[in-house]
Every structure is written in structure tokens, then in C-alpha cells.
């Protein structure tokens, strides 16, 4: 009697979680397109620009902290034990008046997949771009920016994410 009650329990217990379970997809190939805010801290302008001696050390000249907002799109391929590699690309607008932001980023990664939810780790390292609005607020610096990333699967192809990430170096930004 025992055993039957014992094979009734379990094959319950079959039954309730296949039906509370979700598949775990992770696609090999992903397209990622979005929207991104970043935080750009004061930065020093370079006047290093001619090579005659100067008697008097002028005060270091810098740029306001500022909010970029951004639309990048990034293309990744999964290889092999979990990782994933691919690039970035981003543009967009500055607070300053004709202020502009663009980069261009590889990336590699490791991602597990749960059910119907994706964990990620990254850097991205590349160059990117600050137009401060005129000649002397240019800005170009190689950057590596780790990043931390999840993402809930609407439905097969679509999926809802956020990402966060600090730069590393000289020029300090964190993105949301």
C-alpha cells in the first residue's frame, strides 16, 4: 500500500512541475538595440598643443560632468563554455548645446541561461568620443568597461533587459 501512495505522490509531482517549469532558451546569435544613459565626470581638456616653453603653469581647464543619452546596437555570438563575443556601437546627444557622444566596442562575455532569464557578465573595451560644443572640448579616449546584464524573455525572438556598467581609467562614466 505503501509503494502505491509513495508512485501516486511522485507521479504528481511529475505532472505539477512540468507544467510550473519554462524552457531555458539561449540563443546562439542575439541583436541588441536600446537605449542607454551614461554619466560623464568632469574631464581636464589637453592644451598640449604647441611646442613652445612656457614659462607659467596655467590652472588645468575642464569640462562640466554631463548626461549622455545614447541608442547603441550590438551584435554577440555564443562560443563555447557559456561565453559570447561580438561589438558595440553607440551615438546620441550631450546636455551642452551641439555636446555629442559616440563609441565603438567589442565585446566578450559569460552568460547563463535560466528559465526565461538570462545573467550576463561583459567588458566592453574600445574607443569612444566626447564633442563638448567647440573645438577645445573634444574628447577621444580607449576605454574598458566591465558590465553586468539580464535580460526576461517576452517570447522567443523578444526580450526585455538592463545593463549597468562603470569605465575603468582615467575617464570616469557609469551607464544605466
Same mark, same amino acid.
Given at each position: 500500500?505503501?509503494?502505491?501512495?509513495? +508512485? /501516486?505522490?511522485?507521479?504528481?509531482? +511529475?505532472?505539477?512541475?512540468?507544467?510550473? &517549469?519554462?524552457?531555458?532558451?539561449?540563443?546562439?546569435?542575439?541583436?541588441?538595440?536600446?537605449?542607454?544613459?551614461?554619466?560623464?565626470?568632469?574631464?581636464?581638456?589637453?592644451?598640449? /598643443?604647441?611646442?613652445?616653453? +612656457? &614659462?607659467?603653469?596655467?590652472?588645468? /581647464?575642464? %569640462?562640466?560632468?554631463?548626461? $549622455? /543619452?545614447?541608442?547603441?546596437?550590438?551584435?554577440?555570438?555564443?562560443?563555447?563554455?557559456? &561565453?559570447? $563575443?561580438?561589438?558595440?556601437?553607440?551615438?546620441? +546627444? %550631450?546636455?551642452?548645446?551641439?555636446?555629442?557622444?559616440?563609441?565603438?566596442?567589442?565585446?566578450?562575455?559569460?552568460?547563463?541561461?535560466?528559465?526565461?532569464?538570462?545573467?550576463?557578465?561583459?567588458? $566592453?573595451?574600445?574607443?569612444?568620443?566626447?564633442?563638448?560644443?567647440?573645438?577645445?572640448?573634444?574628447?577621444?579616449?580607449?576605454?574598458?568597461?566591465?558590465?553586468?546584464?539580464?535580460?526576461?524573455? %517576452?517570447?522567443?525572438?523578444?526580450? %526585455?533587459?538592463?545593463?549597468?556598467?562603470?569605465?575603468?581609467?582615467?575617464?570616469? $562614466?557609469?551607464?544605466?
Amino acid at each position: 500500500m505503501r509503494y502505491h501512495r509513495r +508512485v /501516486k505522490i511522485l507521479v504528481g509531482l +511529475v505532472i505539477v512541475s512540468s507544467g510550473c &517549469t519554462r524552457r531555458v532558451y539561449d540563443p546562439p546569435a542575439r541583436l541588441t538595440v536600446g537605449a542607454t544613459t551614461r554619466h560623464h565626470a568632469a574631464t581636464p581638456i589637453d592644451d598640449a /598643443k604647441s611646442f613652445r616653453a +612656457v &614659462t607659467t603653469t596655467p590652472e588645468p /581647464k575642464t %569640462l562640466a560632468a554631463q548626461e $549622455a /543619452k545614447l541608442v547603441g546596437i550590438g551584435f554577440t555570438m555564443a562560443s563555447g563554455y557559456g &561565453t559570447y $563575443a561580438g561589438g558595440e556601437v553607440e551615438t546620441g +546627444v %550631450l546636455e551642452g548645446e551641439s555636446s555629442t557622444a559616440a563609441g565603438v566596442y567589442g565585446l566578450f562575455g559569460f552568460r547563463r541561461a535560466f528559465p526565461g532569464v538570462n545573467l550576463a557578465v561583459e567588458l $566592453a573595451a574600445g574607443q569612444r568620443w566626447l564633442r563638448y560644443g567647440g573645438p577645445d572640448g573634444e574628447v577621444s579616449s580607449l576605454i574598458a568597461e566591465p558590465r553586468v546584464r539580464a535580460d526576461v524573455w %517576452l517570447g522567443q525572438r523578444l526580450s %526585455l533587459g538592463a545593463v549597468g556598467g562603470v569605465t575603468v581609467g582615467d575617464e570616469q $562614466a557609469w551607464m544605466v
